[in-house]
């Protein structure tokens, strides 16, 4: 159903954070100070690749008020970090293999000595050959970055005889997609205040999207336990994946611990766009293949993702990226090859979608290339091939059965949206002919009177102005006010994405739940809040199962001195495990109270309920609890029988198939109509129909902020974002040249409805959304772009002057269909 406040008014509450963030109050772990604190700054790489001959602080540690400069040599324990493989180091002392790499970090007073300080630490570099492109790096003749070599991970996914496959097949489409380095651009950079405690701890306050793996990590560094190590991690002012990884917590944990006084870290933004990971660029070779009727029968892929200086998740990254290259599609025959390289450009990871953007954009673009081929509507190609419930999962694993795909396809063909692309599609048909009789005319008209051509400067003038003046007229968006250099298409595109971190790959969790002293039913996570609406979704779960309200509601996240070990806020996964946490500590929760309140009422445990407030007398109407939560907190304190419960589980996998396999997906459909100005090359979303089907909507104005949210981070993926790099430096460092989409560029309808139907007896409740929203805008923009103007889009972000330059001119519009 559509998402709205009248749909789930009872759910359709105020996030229990929101009035902080929205007036400025909420103090993030960045904005956080101590007394006596001091400044921490890092040198980073003059090069992107060199030997270090040596390194000089001397000059630096002289500087009144700088406290302490450390070092490699000043790394107690393992000078390496990596989630996965621990190999990108702390500080570099023999080699540098991007810019971003760390070799010395200072702590002052205020931040302007220790930056003076930083210009004063001589570095002598041996400059070495620079490796920036995937595929020469895997050349026998380039530099070794690493001792193993470039290679960082090869996948293969293959089943059938997709070669030979490719003989039977009617019609064939090849096509090579390359999409671009995104940067995460959250609104904290990179951060955090460190706390060297009287008893020899260590409390570090910076975000992450997992607070144990982050405490792990540091203590191998500092050479401490981890129990000696606290890591406060929420709330942050966004992640994306990008704080997934170490950034600076190693600096200023090493300088808190050797100064004594805590520290106070903050990347600028230039500092955060040199050092901070991105997005997977990728190339994606595909050869796609169907018989006479439009039935799939091949299917080869090549992966070639550049993963930058050191590993973090690329291997997972591309491991995801290959189970997901055959998109929502039964094909009998596919050979799917990944490779992700070592470069000397930024590091890629972990961001929103997960590699799934970067091959649904190649796979669903295939579609659109093969229907047109067939003379087929797209959309029914889709529903040809799509798979059944019943079908194993694109790694051939068993996997949890929905009617997600089917529904979410459904949806489209109802959607007054995709009614208007038929509409345009005639009326483009109508204009191609009507160009060409005018085209006729006016080659008489030139040959007979010498007729002057109209300046491109004033064509590109009155674009501009019609960029600003034309746009929308109203939501019917009425061909006739259109200039006529504007074109519009309306195209979409399907997602089948895999929730948790899959099969093979450590994913637990766990949680706890308890009555408080002071009578609230307190809930305690590892997870993290990022701006996903995490308090919210657990606010709304806790009444959900035991009827409370929300002022008898605590939530503890983001601490480990506080919190069980959830895992990663991460992969969509939180929602998922909260939900199933609850699930399994509800009974036992329940009976607790309900046993200590009937000793106090003088009824049976099976006449009582929980319920706002307290314990209440089942069919009492009188809304009063018979005993109030603070009265059973009294009792079990004085009793010194506190009502606790915990849960540790695992997140649900297959048990069969590759490593990285996903057992859970959810389903999503998306229709876009784009509005392209043919002679600025300028592509405007005006509206977009999500459908989403990932189980029972927990938080609904959560549900729609993740789903628009991550179409808005997909219009920047697809139309202006590019982290682009000229010899292993990136080029843009600010967001006066990285473009990021505002508020202005935002469709100016975003609708989106959730289908919440599960099989009878699936017990894993509601699907994460986190990333869903993010996948298919792209392919579903360029198929509109198609439409609207004839032009094939195999390049993202989309380039206004590619758009331009495929436009003939001189021949009027016989580029466009």
């Not at 390359?178 to 950079?189: A, N, S, V, W």
């Not at 993963?307 to 995801?320: D, H, I, R, S």
């Not at 592509?683 to 977009?688: F, S, W």
């Not at 999500?690 to 997909?714: K, R």
Request: aromatic share 6%.
């Amino acid at each position: 159903m559509l998402l709205g406040r009248d749909t789930y008014a009872k759910k359709w509450i105020i996030r229990p954070d929101g009035e902080e963030k929205v007036t400025g109050k909420l103090r993030y772990l960045t904005d956080l100070t101590a007394p006596g604190m001091l400044h921490g700054k890092v040198l980073r790489s003059r090069y992107p690749h060199a030997w270090i001959l040596s390194i000089d602080t001397s000059k630096a540690i002289m500087i009144p008020g700088v406290r302490v400069v450390v070092t490699a040599e000043d790394v107690p324990g393992m000078n390496l970090f990596g989630i996965a493989f621990p190999h990108q180091p702390v500080f570099c002392h023999e080699r540098v293999r991007y810019m971003g790499d760390a070799l010395a970090a200072v702590a002052a007073d205020t931040e302007e000595i220790a930056e003076y300080a930083l210009s004063l630490i001589e570095v002598d570099y041996e400059p070495l050959p620079i490796v920036d492109d995937p595929e020469t790096a895997l050349d026998a003749s380039a530099i070794r970055l690493h001792p193993d070599g470039n290679l960082l991970h090869r996948t293969s996914l293959k089943h059938g005889e997709a070669e030979t496959a490719f003989e039977r097949c009617a019609h064939i489409v090849e096509e090579t997609y390359f999409t671009p380095r995104q940067m995460h651009t959250y609104m904290e950079t990179e951060g955090g205040l460190f706390i060297p405690e009287d008893d020899g701890r260590l409390t570090v306050y910076s975000p992450t999207q997992h607070g144990y793996k982050d405490r792990m990590q540091l203590s191998r560094i500092l050479g401490m336990t981890e129990e000696q190590i606290r890591v406060v991690s929420s709330p942050i002012g966004g992640s994306f994946g990008g704080k997934d990884e170490l950034n600076v917590q190693p600096f200023g944990a090493l300088m808190a611990l050797k100064t004594g006084s805590p520290i106070k870290m903050h990347n600028s933004r230039r500092e955060s766009v040199i050092s901070g990971i991105k997005r997977h660029p990728m190339r994606i070779r595909m050869k796609t293949g169907a018989d006479q009727e439009g039935r799939l029968v091949a299917h080869q892929v090549s992966i070639l993702a550049d993963t930058g200086a050191y590993a973090t998740l690329g291997c997972e990254v591309l491991n995801f990226a290959t189970e997901h290259a055959i998109g929502p599609y039964n094909i009998p025959n596919v050979d799917v090859q990944g490779t992700s390289v070592y470069t000397n450009n930024g590091v890629s990871g972990e961001f929103r979608g997960f590699g799934g953007n970067q091959v649904i954009f190649a796979v669903e673009s295939q579609i659109e290339r093969l229907a047109e081929k067939l003379g087929m509507d797209s959309w029914e190609l889709r529903k040809l091939n799509l798979r059944a419930p019943s079908d194993p999962g694109p790694m051939g694993q068993k996997i949890v059965q929905t009617e997600g795909a089917s529904q979410v396809w459904s949806k489209v063909k109802e959607s007054p949206l995709w009614a208007k692309r038929g509409k345009l599609k005639r009326e483009g048909d109508e204009a191609v002919q009507e160009d060409a009789g005018e085209r006729k005319q006016d080659e008489a008209v030139k040959q007979g009177e010498g007729e002057k051509q109209q300046d491109p400067a004033e064509r590109l003038q009155g674009a501009e102005r019609d960029d600003e003046s034309e746009g929308h007229k109203g939501e019917d968006h009425k061909s006739e006010d259109q200039a006529p250099w504007i074109r519009r298409g309306v195209g979409a595109a399907m997602v089948m994405h895999g929730a948790g971190l899959g099969l093979g790959i450590p994913d637990h969790s766990g949680g706890r739940i308890e009555l408080t002293p002071e009578g609230k039913i307190q809930a305690s996570f590892g997870f993290e809040e990022f701006g996903q609406g995490l308090y919210a979704a657990l606010t709304l779960m806790l009444q959900d199962f035991f009827g409370c309200a929300a002022e008898d509601i605590r939530i503890v996240i983001g601490d480990t001195d506080r919190v069980p070990s959830s895992g990663s806020s991460t992969a969509s996964r939180a929602t998922t495990m909260m939900w199933r946490a609850l699930q399994r500590l509800k009974p036992s929760f329940v009976q607790a109270l309900l046993q200590q309140a009937s000793a106090l009422a003088g009824l049976t445990a099976e006449e009582l309920a929980t319920g706002a407030g307290g314990i209440h007398r089942k069919g009492d109407g009188s809304g009063k609890p018979v005993v109030t939560y603070a009265e059973l907190a009294g009792v079990a304190e004085a009793a010194a029988q506190p009502i606790i419960a915990h849960t540790e589980f695992d997140y649900p996998t297959t048990p069969e198939g590759l490593v990285g396999a996903h057992y859970l997906y959810s389903y999503a459909s998306v229709i876009v109509e784009v509005e392209v100005n043919m002679l600025t090359g300028r592509v405007k979303v005006l509206q977009t129909d999500h459908v989403i089907a990932a189980g029972p909507v927990i938080n609904p104005m959560g549900f729609l902020g993740q789903i628009e949210g991550g179409s808005v981070m997909a219009l920047g993926f697809t139309l202006t974002e590019d982290a682009v790099m000229k010899d292993s430096n990136y080029v843009r460092h600010n967001l006066d040249t990285y473009l990021v989409p505002t508020f202005k560029d935002s469709p100016h309808t975003i609708r989106v409805e959730a289908i919440e139907d599960l099989p009878e007896g699936d017990t894993f409740g509601p699907r994460g959304v986190g990333e869903i929203g993010s996948v298919g805008l792209a392919p579903a923009i360029t198929a509109a772009v198609r439409q609207a103007t004839g032009i094939w889009v195999n390049r993202l972000p989309i380039s206004p002057e590619n758009i331009v330059q495929s436009i003939d001119w001189l021949e009027g519009v016989e580029a466009i269909d």
